[in-house]
C-alpha cells in the first residue's frame, strides 16, 4: 500500500486560506468516506483535527475544515495563525481493515 | 481525562524482540479499537497494527505480518505490541492511539534498533 500523496511544503501568511491537498486512489480515498487529519508539532504527539472527511471534533477551532473529491481530499485553515505552524497527515482507510497516513505537509506561517 | 501511555521501548540489536505497551486511563478501555502506529526520525507516520475491542480482529501492515504482534489485557487496560525479528527500519517512534479515528495519542515510545 503506497502513502497517499501531499505536497512537502505549503505556506501562508497570518489571516490567509491554505489548502493541503491528499491523494490517493479509487482503492483508498476514493472508496472510503473515512479521510482523517492529523497536526504535529516538533516533538509532540499528532492530534486529530478533522474525521469523516469534513467533521471537526470538539475543541477544534472552526479554522479548520475538510471535504473531498473524488480520490483527493483537502484540508483548508482560514484565518491562519502562527500556532497553525506544524506538520499536517492525512489518512484513510487502505482497506476494510488497515490505513494509510498521508507523505505529510509543512505549514509555514509566513 | 483520557491518557495513553506508552512504554517498553529502548535499544535492541537487529534480530532482537521487545514488547511495547499502551497503558489506558479515563475511559473504558474495553469498549475501543485500538491501534500502533509508528514514525521513524524525521520521517512519516505509519500505520502498524489495530485490534478490536475484545482482541478478537486484528490487522496489521504488509510490512509488520508474522513479526509483530498486538494483543490487549483489558482487564489491566493495557495494549501490547510483540516485536520479533528487528530490522534497523523499525527504528521509530510507536503511538498507540485510540478508536479508529486515532483520538487521542499517546506521547510515543522511541525504539531503536542498531548493534
Given at each position: 500500500?503506497s ?5 512537502a ?41 478533522i ?45 476494510t ?14 | ?76 487496560n ?38
Open positions: 500500500q502513502a497517499l500523496t501531499q505536497p511544503s505549503v505556506s501562508g501568511s497570518p489571516g490567509q486560506s491554505i489548502t493541503i491537498s491528499c491523494t490517493g486512489t479509487s482503492s483508498d480515498v476514493g472508496s472510503y468516506n473515512f479521510v482523517t487529519w492529523y497536526q504535529q508539532h516538533p516533538g509532540k504527539a499528532p492530534k486529530l483535527m474525521y469523516e472527511v469534513s467533521k471537526r471534533p470538539s475543541g477544534v477551532s472552526n479554522r479548520f475544515s475538510g471535504s473531498k473529491s473524488g480520490n483527493t481530499a483537502s484540508l483548508t485553515i482560514s484565518g491562519l495563525q502562527a500556532e497553525d505552524e506544524a506538520d499536517y497527515f492525512c489518512c484513510s482507510y487502505a482497506t481493515t488497515t490505513f494509510v497516513f498521508g507523505t505529510g505537509t509543512k505549514v509555514t506561517v509566513l | 481525562e483520557v491518557r495513553l501511555v506508552e512504554s517498553g521501548g529502548g535499544l535492541v540489536q537487529p534480530g532482537g524482540s521487545l514488547r511495547l505497551s499502551c497503558a489506558a486511563s479515563g475511559f473504558t478501555f474495553s469498549n475501543f479499537w485500538m491501534h500502533w502506529v509508528r514514525q521513524a526520525p524525521g520521517k512519516g507516520l505509519v500505520w502498524v497494527s489495530r485490534i478490536k475491542f475484545d482482541g478478537s480482529i486484528k490487522s496489521y501492515a504488509d510490512f509488520v505480518k508474522g513479526r509483530f504482534t498486538i494483543s490487549r489485557d483489558n482487564a489491566k493495557t495494549l501490547y505490541l510483540e516485536m520479533n525479528s528487528l530490522r534497523a527500519e523499525d527504528t521509530a517512534v510507536y503511538y498507540c492511539a485510540r478508536t479508529d479515528w486515532l483520538d487521542p495519542w499517546g506521547q510515543g515510545t522511541l525504539v531503536t534498533v542498531s548493534s
